[in-house]
């Protein structure tokens, strides 16, 4: 099974800023995804992002506020542009194995933006 | 679209009473249903899938799930419960959609346990 390893854990910024969430898989995945859960809400997909192409992105969520880096296999970034409170949630990277018959999640951010 | 529905926000359960969690489903085609736990502060945890096969499922820390064509659930349960079984449950059903290997994820059931 993939391991990922999500940093920062948590973090508490200031409305306007931005921040840049890492994401590492301890092998070699094709497909990662984002997802972002508001306080007390379910999960909900952001964008897959794949190694040498665009993310592609959710209804809902644009790049210039969420941009999603994917430079190699084992590695994503997902940067919060520009942050409002509305923006507090938990981010977490996922990805899958074999056939996409178990997803993986890393341990998420907890972002609060005050 | 593929969506799952978790009718119940909580569900409060004796510590060695068994426990239901629901989850009915709306897919075409073939589903593939997941069930997830979050602990807080932690990630998701994978408990079990139904792909295909067997409809009674079994998972990690004693959970099973029974899948039913006919009533369109995946109810997620145990014989019997434990005090640390306490968390936030989540169904989940493949996104058939682009990629086809994102999840759409019920709202979640939060399960308490009481000793």
């Known amino acids: 099974s993939a391991v990922i390893s999500q940093k920062p854990s948590r973090d508490i910024c200031q409305r306007g800023t931005s921040l840049t969430i890492q994401c590492q898989v301890d092998s070699q995945v094709t497909m990662m995804f984002w997802y972002r859960q508001q306080p007390g809400q379910s999960l909900t997909l952001i964008a897959t992002a794949n190694q040498g192409s665009e993310a592609t992105y959710e209804s809902g969520f644009v790049i210039d506020k969420f941009p999603i880096s994917r430079p190699n296999l084992t590695f994503s970034t997902l940067t919060v542009s520009n942050m409002s409170p509305e923006d507090s949630s938990i981010y977490l990277c996922?990805?899958?194995?074999?056939?996409?018959?178990?997803?993986?999640f890393g341990q998420g951010t907890r972002l609060t933006v005050v | 679209a593929q969506s799952v529905a978790q009718p119940e926000d909580q569900v409060n359960v004796a510590e060695g009473n068994p426990l239901t969690v629901k989850c009915t489903y709306s897919?075409?085609?073939?589903?593939?249903l997941f069930w997830y736990v979050q602990y807080p502060n932690r990630g998701l945890q994978f408990l079990l899938k139904?792909?295909?096969?067997?409809?009674l499922v079994k998972g990690s820390y004693g959970f099973e799930a029974e899948f039913n064509k006919s009533q369109t659930s995946f109810h997620l349960k145990k014989p019997s419960a434990l005090v640390s079984d306490s968390a936030l449950y989540f169904c989940a059903v493949r996104d058939i959609r682009n990629s086809g290997y994102a999840l759409n994820f019920g709202k979640g059931t939060s399960l308490l346990v009481t000793p």
């Open positions: 996922s990805t899958v194995e074999g056939l996409g018959t178990e997803a993986f």
């Open positions: 897919v075409s085609g073939n589903p593939y």
């Open positions: 139904y792909i295909t096969g067997d409809n």
